[in-house]
């Protein structure tokens, strides 16, 4: 079956990095895109970054361009977010998610989410 | 960006009930909708997807509609693992917004 493990979460001081994971399985994982999804505590979902199958395009909400870079191995069918200068506002649990590759690209398997606090 | 307005932003409702969600683009989406739900400390789940198409393996109370700007989310019986918060999402244009969430909670 499908399945994602985030890990690389944890407490880390505003302006340093963190490097997150997703490692996958079930699937052909070079044959799908993938996305980053966060959540902050107590609020609702916002959509990070999109990258494609072969890794040849990126997009990311404006709020993390420049700080953040989505990337994948597909030897090792892993995402990752490298995750720089953090803000407090960064706080969230951070969810992986496949694309469907269907049309209006659902994310339809998740992570159980890994969480990030930025401390000021 | 695109603007995903959900109403109402909760909602209280029995088991058996009806309940629809409404879900506003900002600007005509045509059909790049996805519906989700998320129960407490889990991840979400994809119910639905291009506004009507409904995910492998959800139950048939799940419905969606509409196209462009408007769109609704319709359980038809609501049951008792139904009561989370559900989000829409357009995937129309990068940045993929979601909408702020309804939350369902049992009356």
């Known amino acids: 079956q499908v399945k994602l493990v985030e890990s690389g979460g944890g407490v880390v001081q505003a302006g340093r990095s963190l490097r997150l994971s997703c490692s996958t399985s079930g699937f052909t994982f070079s044959s799908y895109g993938m996305h980053w999804v966060r959540q902050a505590p107590g609020k609702g979902l916002e959509w990070v970054a999109v990258i494609w199958h072969d890794g040849s395009i990126k997009y990311y909400v404006d709020s993390v361009k420049g700080r953040f870079t989505i990337s994948r191995d597909n030897s090792k069918n892993t995402l990752y977010l490298q995750m720089n200068s953090l803000r407090a506002e960064d706080t969230a649990v951070y969810y992986c998610?496949?694309?469907?590759?269907?049309?209006?690209?659902?994310?339809?398997?998740w992570g159980q989410g890994t969480l990030v606090t930025v401390s000021s | 960006d695109i603007q995903m307005t959900q109403s109402p932003s909760s909602l209280s409702a029995s088991v058996g009930d009806r309940v629809t969600i409404t879900c506003r683009a900002s600007?005509?989406?045509?059909?790049?909708l996805n519906w989700y739900h998320q129960r407490p400390g889990k991840a979400p789940q994809l119910l639905i997807y291009a506004a009507t198409s409904v995910q492998s393996g959800v139950p048939s109370r799940f419905s969606g509609s509409g196209s462009g700007t408007d769109f609704t989310l319709t359980i038809s019986s609501l049951q008792p693992e139904d009561f989370a918060t559900f989000y829409c999402?357009?995937?129309?244009?990068?940045?993929?917004?979601f909408g702020q969430g309804t939350k369902l909670e049992i009356k």
């Open positions: 600007q005509s989406i045509s059909s790049y």
């Open positions: 998610a496949r694309d469907a590759r269907v049309v209006a690209s659902p994310c339809d398997s």
């Open positions: 999402q357009q995937t129309y244009s990068t940045p993929y917004t």
